[in-house]
């Protein structure tokens, strides 16, 4: 779905099903004049659970702003049981990247960046190398290089969080960071730290896995973006998706194809975040596109 | 979206964009009790026009089946000035398929219709050849063979019509039917001529597309499955696939792999005709699935 | 590359690299005006190892088909070390057909053996349940219904391998077989058991594949096909493709647009197998396409 | 296929077929010890023609460079009535961009030069506006504003010719330039003016594919990297790729959706291009991947 000009606000929301949620929702709105702009619901039949997005006009909605959330959880989300959370489309995210010595993403990112693509501020870029310095400032974003070894991790993570923090960051988005995160730092930001990593997951996870995938002789190679949890590889997919190769692709040819799936797949991913399409359940993400 | 066990009545409608027109939908449900499993919603905001279509559960729903449709428009569509429909998902399409000498279409439908993957009933297939007369009858449905040549067309159709009325067909499948169907037929059954041609629409329509796309030096050759207008090739599309080609494919290879992709694009296209998933406005399908 | 009507051979060879196999090769085919009518070949620059496959016309080939193999091996094959086979395009494979429950992956073939897509004979259809024995007696071919249970496993792959061997039986193909074979079972066709796997191997092996994916709420879905090997799922992977899925699919719905994708990718797998494009290195296939 | 290190010499023939062609190319190579790292041939069986790209290690080939192409037609070449041209992997093409206001495919193409995926040089940028002028001078590429009006366009092209030839240019890549260029300027690179058009062609050429595709309300739009010649976008087509889009995308999904698949769509076929892997016959060309 597409940004209108307007500002909307965006409900995620999902409880156990049961009748007439729906209509709960949909009263709510149009009891207060809210013109639903784009609506989407489903089902889980064997869960009997119930997910949602439905986003609606602010114009002419009789709520003020602030009012919105307390209004919908007394009239509808508390007596349903309902998990949500409502966003505005006009209030800019702000992310972070992070990026190591790969810079195919980090160049994607920029690239939509600079043509507006998105609607989002990126107020800062962390890298524990100095490849990309220049490319940064030549973007106009402040670069921080914080080198990570052995014994300073620790360290170096506290100089990242208090640089999120400063900067108000929404979202972390690691642009082939090839540093794996403390569960401290992942607890900061749940469901807001982003990662691409280069393989159809759940295959191929860890490191390398474009020599893997030749050793195995797959036909197709992937890249997954997801949402990073404590355990490694394995947090919410948000999206997907594969190239095909050739048999006589050597592990170079596998990194160059596999480098143009990942940026694409991770930007994709990026776009659904700051959509608010992306809802988390037991470990997997409805997204709702 | 899959089929439930329980039965459904399902809700396609579209009308000018008006706030409030979800809480309207979903109230008349809620009145009656009416539990909501699947619900997509949007509008086009260039040409302010509303979409939609709902589904809920008749177990427990507080009005009788045979009234649905005389509530519905009294108490919302009329009032919205809307075009839509009403479908349940226990009364099972009586399907017809067309076929000439290509079977690979209608194998596939067959294999579906075989293991049960389709609820719809295929009282009979009409060909203007005899080629697959002993699958149909091994298949258990009536075969009849009605050839065409310059100077029967129009009785051959009228026969054609005859069967179709006595059978109580809903739905007209050609499955790489190789005869233009005369306007007078079409208009029989508007939107449930559902046709498959074998290129990317609107590339390469009329006859031999393989050889056009052959000839043209595409990379890429696709399948196009749509309803059939008085227009060649130019009615509403449903569903469209794609192939690659390699550049040592020559004509006939791009037919094998061709078949492949026309046979899945047709059976989507089917599955979503027959789940009421498809909405035409415009010459154009808008296929919630 | 497609079947040509005229009678080619079709030599498959892997060696360790050096200057000249092609030279060799093509002049040896040259010597006795053998006109190549297609012709790859490529180089593992880490592995340093070559991989060719070749075919050309037998008619005006002065040497006696009989003659070929061991006057190859003589002037070329042994003198570079090679591992190689030649076969030709008019001998026939024989294949048999193992299916259990689940009828997709069958009609399929049965459709391609029906339409002359294949040069194939299959002579059998073997099966442990009695679901398609209709099926198969309708399209001529004999049925043996060999049911398995805890005890009889070992007299059951007797009898296999005995109407195999009676039938001179190339390959075997398993449309979903759902039972494990024996490694002695399987060296008696090294190379010539194709297996259906219904994931993107190596994720999601052993049983139960698309219930696994809608756990870990992957975005796509996969199917492989591959030789049998002793050890589950492990075997060299001749094709491989994905479907997409959305997020609100159930694992029927996986199951239903997965089956779609398996018996394409098994199709797939079978003509790369009769048209020898199929070479087994390090347990990766080659597939000269 | 991949760059290899070591220099190599690739040659792109193409001739009407006959007997032993490919032993009289492998033999002339073989006569001066060269060591063939990838060879691709095919026939045409349909028109009786003979396609082949052959590369070979120039270590230890004893011939000098100078005098391969001679050396090539007087033995072979000549002899077999060939089409053919020869090119050295260690020459750097130099390739001029042509840039609009788009910026989406040449900011990938400048991530991938600097990232030294492609061997190549981009001595300069031209645009008909100075949107791009600073990513250009930070790319460190000299940028040259042409402003193209209804009177100026002969003597723009005149000045760009000049700029070509005068920076030795071999390629020049329209990365969504939007002025049709005369055929006088394409005279002068034959085969060498590589452009992207946001449609799959021959499906929608012309502007504004992407409100094209809306109306006719196809499910995949595509992107289409051609030869251009004297007929707008009908000039030999060297890749192509889809994307799916969805019933809600409105024409501004459409452009996003299908930017992403002009660059990727672009930059392949840049670098079959750079790698010698594209023969044109017939408008039509070959690409040996």
């Not at 119930?50 to 509808?76: T, Y």
């Not at 969080?161 to 995160?181: F, G, H, P, S, W």
């Not at 490191?207 to 490694?232: D, F």
């Amino acid at each position: 779905m597409s940004v209108t000009n307007q500002a909307t606000a965006i409900l995620l929301a999902e409880c156990q099903d049961q009748p007439g949620i729906v209509a709960k929702v949909t009263d709510f709105l149009a009891r207060y004049n809210g013109n639903i702009v784009d609506l989407e619901q489903h089902v889980d039949t064997e869960d009997k659970h119930f997910f949602m997005r439905v986003e609606w006009q602010l114009e002419n909605f009789n709520v003020e702003r602030d009012a919105i959330k307390n209004m919908f959880s007394e009239q509808v989300g508390s007596i349903l049981g309902m998990n949500w959370r409502i966003a505005f489309s006009d209030i800019k995210p702000k992310v972070a990247i992070f990026v190591s010595q790969h810079g195919h993403c980090l160049f994607d990112i920029l690239s939509r960046h600079q043509s507006g693509e998105w609607y989002a501020d990126i107020p800062l870029i962390i890298s524990n190398h100095t490849t990309y310095k220049t490319l940064a400032e030549n973007s106009g974003i402040p670069f921080y290089h914080l080198p990570i070894n052995a014994g300073n991790k620790a360290d170096q993570e506290r100089i990242q969080l208090e640089l999120l923090a400063k900067n108000q960051i929404d979202t972390v988005v690691l642009a082939r960071y090839m540093q794996i995160l403390s569960g401290d730092f992942i607890n900061h930001y749940p469901n807001q730290v982003i990662n691409i990593h280069h393989s159809f997951l759940p295959a191929f996870p860890g490191a390398k896995p474009y020599h893997s995938a030749h050793e195995r002789g797959v036909k197709i190679i992937g890249a997954t973006s997801h949402y990073v949890t404590s355990e490694l590889d394995a947090g919410p997919i948000i999206e997907q998706d594969i190239v095909r190769i050739k048999h006589n692709d050597n592990v170079e040819d596998l990194k160059r194809k596999g480098q143009d799936n990942e940026k694409i797949v991770l930007s994709r991913a990026i776009r659904h975040h700051l959509q608010h399409e992306v809802l988390v359940y037991k470990n997997r993400c409805i997204v709702f596109d």
